[in-house]
């Protein structure tokens, strides 16, 4: 049975960081790319950022590009969002996911994801 567990939300002041942690069971998905989204209260589910099998190719959101970091062990089937310089608007209910096939953008794209971790902002 796959199972994506995330970890490491918060309350953070702006400003502050944030490590993510997303653990994958159930089989091994080092030949896959994994992404992070994010969804705030009444909005839809976005794309933060996605990274390859191989760990070699990232994409960013522009909204996170050059304060997001993500990162991945295949050793440990774990993926990592690095976030700084946090921002109020960064608050949202963060999920893992692997992605099936389709654009790294769209969370179609994406066939198994966690349960989500709260990520709260404050100014």
């Known amino acids: 049975q796959v199972q994506l567990v995330e970890s490491g939300g918060g309350l953070v002041q702006s400003g502050g960081s944030l490590r993510l942690s997303c653990a994958a069971s159930g089989r091994s998905f080092s030949n896959y790319a994994m992404g992070w989204f994010r969804q705030a209260p009444g909005k839809e589910r976005e794309f933060v950022a996605a990274?390859?099998?191989?760990?070699?190719?990232?994409y960013y959101a522009d909204s996170v590009k050059g304060r997001f970091t993500i990162s991945r062990d295949n050793a440990k089937n774990t993926v990592y969002l690095q976030m700084n310089s946090l921002k109020p608007e960064d608050t949202a209910v963060y999920y893992c996911a692997v992605r099936d096939s389709g654009s790294y953008y769209s969370p179609l794209s994406y066939n198994y994801w966690g349960q989500g971790t709260q990520v709260t902002v404050s100014s």
């Open positions: 990274i390859r099998g191989n760990g070699y190719s990232t």
